[in-house]
């Protein structure tokens, strides 16, 4: 830890994967682990922070002096995220789904004798992330996440303008040794004007040096307000 104070500040942090549900025994979910939120959730609490964990469904222990909030789908989270507002910072690191069945079978759905298909209708799910950054109560800082196959630059630059983002911290899923289930990572965070790269490291040391990076932009946004 550097030991950069984030004391005062509420930080509410989104993580793991949002599971949407098709019938009462399926879903649709998705291979987030919840690790790096949860890393996250951690680091600005060891930073004096007071934080609020809005987790999807994971098997991870609650950090010490977080609070938690669990939830199961999308609409869920985003109610959770939304009750926690006004907040100092909001960190979106949930796998959210983009979409969800247009409606949950109230029994099992049973194989259809004759039928070798099998349509779901699905529905556009909220971004709950840029709906924080739209918000009449906007957090001073709000920082996504994107987990790309290819091109993670132009599509976390995409999200980053897109979202009204101020920054976003990227990575390169599909390949070994980093991304969803694993404890190391390697992240690109982007800002209007700059970028950094972080790692490979252990997801707790990207969540603490993402904290660097977090304190330098509000310090930022703090001397642009006193010097406009
Ligand atoms: N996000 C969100 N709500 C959603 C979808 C995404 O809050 N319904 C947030 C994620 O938490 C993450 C960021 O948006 O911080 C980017 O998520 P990602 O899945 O990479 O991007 P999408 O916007 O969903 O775009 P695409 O799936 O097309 O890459």
């Known amino acids: 830890m550097s030991g950069t104070s984030l004391a005062g ?12 549900d098709i019938d009462p025994v399926r879903f649709i979910g998705n291979r987030s682990s919840g690790k790096m939120g949860f890393a996250v959730a951690a680091a600005a609490a060891q930073r004096g922070a007071q934080v609020v964990l809005v987790a999807g469904p994971v098997s991870l222990a609650t950090p010490a ?65 840029a709906e924080v950054a739209a918000h009449a109560s906007r957090p001073r800082l709000v920082v996504g996440f994107a987990a790309e196959t290819d091109n993670v630059e132009g599509y976390a630059r995409g999200k980053l303008a897109n ?42 040391q990207l969540a603490d040096e993402l904290f660097d990076l977090v304190v330098e932009r509000l310090a930022g946004a703090a001397g642009k307000e006193r010097h406009p």
């Not at 500040?9 to 599971?19: D, E, F, I, N, Q």
């Not at 977080?66 to 869920?76: C, E, L, M, N, Y």
């Not at 690191?93 to 247009?102: E, K, Q």
């Not at 983002?165 to 004007?193: C, H, K, M, P, Q």
Request: net charge neutral; charged share 25%.
């Open 9 to 20: 500040l509420r930080v509410v942090v989104s993580a793991g994967p949002t599971y949407e």
């Open 163 to 204: 979202k009204r983002l101020d920054l976003i911290a990227a990575n390169r899923v599909g390949i070994a040794g980093s991304g969803f289930e694993s404890d190391d990572n390697a992240l690109t965070v982007y800002w209007s004007d700059g970028a950094r790269a972080l790692g490979p490291a252990p997801k707790t």
């Open 65 to 129: 002096g977080v609070t938690r909030i669990d939830v199961r789908s999308a609409a869920q989270m985003h109610a959770a995220v939304f009750a926690q507002l006004p907040a100092d910072i909001y960190i979106g690191a949930a796998a959210v789904a983009d979409y969800s069945p247009r409606e949950v079978a109230t029994g099992k759905i049973k194989k259809q004798a004759g039928r070798d298909t099998l349509t779901l209708e699905l529905v556009r799910t909220p971004d709950i992330l």
